[in-house]
Structure formats: structure tokens, C-alpha cells
């Protein structure tokens, strides 16, 4: 498989013919209920069934604080996260979802009038797209129009993988934000692996080495990746584990903002930020990512990148964030603020 085409008709195939369910898939990667946040599994149980039955994500990217939001789901399928992203948006925000494979978009264009009706929208806050994640485009998506982009073990599908990263940039607002769950892996794959159409079907072979996706991201001006989580991949194919060999697999999702001041370094600027505990899911404590967590009305020292998270995003609302970048005294020292890896980024 050598063209772009090529590719996206072996994964139509595979998640339009071969896949009949999410039982079968070879992986464990689509994450399990317990893995997912308590107000996102209550949310779950109003999902029509069958839109759970055919869902091949591996995460719930999912953040905190879209009510009102426009967010666009990049390779929606049936429209688990879509349908979680509607209810959580509320009546006056709006979700667009874009897939290219017609019996997943089939069942949730089926499904969305329930959908609609048992969140009682007057009408749908859901839009559909058939059209390809690598150029949005084609479907109207014009730029500088969505707040929060997300995905769910659907870049790893794509070939153009710079491309994906690149239409989501250009649609973002400033300070919008890409969010989103995909698998990752420790090296590396040879071209052979890469061209087989049952790994690339189980989201293995075109997964993303981690640093050459942080290195993809400086050059498209993101230099700090911010990783929420991570859990390591198990294969339970013996045939699909020997072609593999060594390499090994890791469920990630990853938040990334879209913001012009933020540097490759942690830099120290002596700001300080304070949570107001004001997002109702989360009243005792917020999860910026994996190293990140403040406590309701504790003032911590950050870096000048936090700072911006937290000050220059949907989160400003939520957040006291006292400082500028008036005065540099140098490296971020991680030790002195809630870091708790060897850096802050």
C-alpha cells in the first residue's frame, strides 16, 4: 500500500466488512469502563447500544470544560465520543464529526435523532461528514473555527499523519485545543509491517513513534506535548505478536494547545496559577496532564508554558494565574512546582 488511497480503502474495508464488533478486534486497546472517568460512564449509559457495539476507539478523550464548545470528532465512526461530546456541549455548543467509511457513519446518522431526543435538544447540535480527516476542507470546515479537535485511535490510520496534525492546527482557534487518544509505539516500525493491511486494521503498524510525533509537533510550531495517559497495549494474537517481535504497543492520550507562546523548554518566570474548583466534575482537584494536578485554592508555582495553558485557553475561567514574562530567572525548576517527572513538559 504505497498511495493514500490505497489506504484508505483497506481501512474502509476493514472497519466497514471485516470488523463485525469491537469483540473483534486483537488488541486491548479499546479501553475498558473503569478506565473512564465516573461522569463520562454515566453519560455512556444513555448511548444507544449499538453505537457501542461497533467502537474500535482506545481511549475516551473526552476534556474538561467544552459546555458551549465547538468541537470536531476526526474519524467519528459509529459516535461514542461524538454523542458523549453532544451532551456535554449542551444544546448551545455544536459537534461535527467527520469518518470516511459509510457503515459507520450508516449507524450514526441512524442513531442520532434517539440521541437528540433523549438529551432533549429542541434541535440536533450534530453535524455528520463523510470525508477524510487529512483534508477538512472538502467537508467545509473553515479556520479558525473549533475550540477543541479530538480523535480516538484514528491518526495512527492515516499515512499523511503530518497532514492530519496540520488541518486540525488550521481549523483551531487560538488557544483551542487538540485532544485526543491514539496508540504510540517504542520504535520505530519497518515498511513491511507498515504495509499490512490486518496490523494497520488493528491500529499497530502505523502507530506513532512517540519522539518522532514530538518532533512532527515542534515542526508544525507545537513544542510542548502535554501526555494525560498512557497503558500499555497487549496483543492476544499469537500470529499478530510474532510478526511484531519486540516492539510494544501503548495506548496514549495527548493534549496539545494551540497557542503562539508557548517555548521547547520549561522556562521559569515566577508565576504562579490557583484552581477555583469552578468545573463542576471536578470540584477538589484539576488534571492539566500526567504531572500536573492542582488542588482547589493552592497556588503553585509554573512554568511559563503551564501559565499559558491555564491563562490564554477555555481554562482562564477557571483559573487565577498572577505573573507575567516580565522577568525570566531561567530553567523551570521542576522540584520546586508540582512535577513529579524528570521534566516538566
Known amino acids: 500500500m504505497d498511495t493514500l488511497d490505497e489506504?484508505?480503502?483497506?481501512?474502509?474495508?476493514?472497519?466497514?466488512k471485516v470488523l463485525g464488533g469491537s469483540e473483534d478486534l486483537k488488541t486491548?486497546?479499546?479501553?475498558?469502563?473503569?478506565?473512564?472517568?465516573?461522569?463520562?460512564?454515566?453519560?455512556?449509559?444513555?448511548?444507544?447500544?449499538?453505537?457501542?457495539?461497533?467502537?474500535?476507539?482506545?481511549?475516551?478523550?473526552?476534556?474538561?470544560?467544552?459546555d458551549g464548545c465547538t468541537v470536531l470528532d476526526l474519524g467519528c465512526g459509529t459516535g461514542r465520543d461524538l454523542f458523549l461530546a453532544s451532551a456535554l456541549v449542551g444544546e448551545s455548543g455544536r459537534v461535527i464529526g467527520v469518518d470516511m467509511t459509510d457503515e459507520q457513519l450508516?449507524?450514526?446518522?441512524?442513531?442520532?435523532?434517539?440521541?437528540?431526543?433523549?438529551?432533549?435538544?429542541?434541535?440536533?447540535?450534530?453535524?455528520?461528514?463523510?470525508?477524510?480527516?487529512?483534508d477538512l476542507?472538502?467537508?467545509?470546515?473553515?479556520?479558525?473555527?473549533?475550540?477543541?479537535?479530538?480523535?480516538d485511535c484514528v491518526i495512527n490510520l492515516s499515512s499523511n499523519k503530518e497532514q492530519v496534525f496540520h488541518e486540525a492546527l488550521r481549523v483551531l482557534k487560538p488557544g483551542g485545543e487538540l485532544y485526543f487518544s491514539d496508540v504510540v509505539s517504542d520504535r520505530r516500525l519497518p515498511q513491511?509491517?507498515?504495509?499490512?493491511?490486518?496490523?494497520l486494521g488493528?491500529?499497530?503498524?502505523?502507530?506513532?513513534?512517540?519522539?518522532?510525533?514530538?518532533?512532527?509537533?515542534?515542526?508544525?510550531g507545537c513544542p510542548d506535548v502535554r501526555k494525560m495517559s498512557s497503558s500499555r497495549i497487549s496483543i492476544n494474537s499469537p500470529d499478530i505478536e510474532a510478526k511484531m517481535g519486540m516492539a510494544?504497543?501503548?495506548?496514549?492520550?495527548?493534549?496539545?494547545?494551540?497557542?503562539?507562546?508557548?517555548?521547547?523548554?520549561?522556562?521559569?518566570?515566577?508565576?504562579?496559577?490557583?484552581?477555583?474548583?469552578?468545573?463542576?466534575?471536578?470540584?477538589?482537584?484539576?488534571?492539566?496532564?500526567?504531572?500536573?494536578?492542582?488542588?482547589?485554592?493552592?497556588p503553585v508555582l509554573v512554568c511559563g508554558n503551564t501559565a499559558s495553558m491555564l491563562a490564554e485557553t477555555r481554562f482562564a475561567r477557571h483559573f487565577r494565574v498572577e505573573g507575567d514574562r516580565t522577568t525570566h530567572v531561567g530553567l523551570f525548576d521542576c522540584g520546586e512546582g508540582i512535577c513529579d517527572s524528570e521534566s516538566c513538559c
Open 28 to 66: 486491548n486497546a479499546c479501553c475498558s469502563l473503569d478506565e473512564i472517568p465516573e461522569h463520562l460512564q454515566k453519560l455512556l449509559r444513555n448511548i444507544e447500544p449499538e453505537v457501542l457495539e461497533r467502537f474500535y476507539g482506545c481511549g475516551a478523550p473526552l476534556p474538561a470544560a467544552i
Open 106 to 134: 450508516e449507524v450514526a446518522r441512524r442513531c442520532l435523532p434517539k440521541q437528540m431526543a433523549r438529551y432533549g435538544y429542541a434541535s440536533p447540535n450534530v453535524t455528520l461528514h463523510k470525508g477524510y480527516i487529512e
Open 192 to 199: 513491511h509491517l507498515m504495509n499490512d493491511p490486518e496490523l
Open 248 to 298: 510494544k504497543f501503548y495506548s496514549v492520550t495527548y493534549r496539545i494547545f494551540n497557542l503562539e507562546s508557548l517555548e521547547d523548554r520549561c522556562e521559569d518566570y515566577g508565576q504562579v496559577a490557583c484552581y477555583d474548583g469552578s468545573i463542576p466534575e471536578y470540584p477538589h482537584e484539576f488534571k492539566l496532564d500526567d504531572h500536573h494536578v492542582f488542588e482547589t485554592e493552592k
Open 202 to 220: 488493528e491500529c499497530l503498524s502505523g502507530a506513532m513513534y512517540h519522539e518522532d510525533f514530538r518532533r512532527l509537533m515542534a515542526r508544525l
Open 7 to 16: 489506504i484508505h480503502e483497506s481501512v474502509q474495508d476493514y472497519y466497514g
Open 137 to 151: 476542507q472538502s467537508v467545509g470546515i473553515e479556520d479558525n473555527s473549533v475550540d477543541v479537535v479530538i480523535s
